[in-house]
């Protein structure tokens, strides 16, 4: 999407993909938790103030996190499932432009 609207090069995207990805790799064993993890701060976000214990009751997606799940996680075939989960072989170097936060 920061490519798509030129707030970040495609270099700088890959830099900071590269990073978010090294982070989820450490902390999570697979698509599947990553998902979930991800599923679960999606319910916790769109849950509006005092019906929070409502939605983690429910465990309802909005419109568009159902058809996110049901896309992405719901089957063998999804798009996650197919991803391998390993470390990167090759990390980007840090663009000029990102030195700024390059302890990400």
């Not at 103030?49 to 996190?65: N, P």
């Not at 989960?85 to 663009?95: H, I, S």
């Amino acid at each position: 999407m920061g490519v798509l609207n030129q707030w970040l090069t495609e270099e700088e995207s890959l830099w900071l993909q590269s990073r978010i990805y090294a982070r989820a790799y450490y902390f999570y064993d697979g698509w599947t938790q990553y998902f979930a993890a991800y599923s679960l701060g999606r319910l916790y976000w769109q849950a509006k103030g005092d019906t929070i214990q409502a939605y983690f009751a429910h465990l309802k997606y909005d419109a568009s996190g159902a058809r996110m799940f049901n896309e992405l996680a719901s089957t063998t075939e999804s798009y996650y499932a197919q991803l391998p989960w390993r470390p990167l072989n090759e990390q980007p170097t840090c663009p000029e432009t990102l030195k700024g936060v390059s302890d990400l």
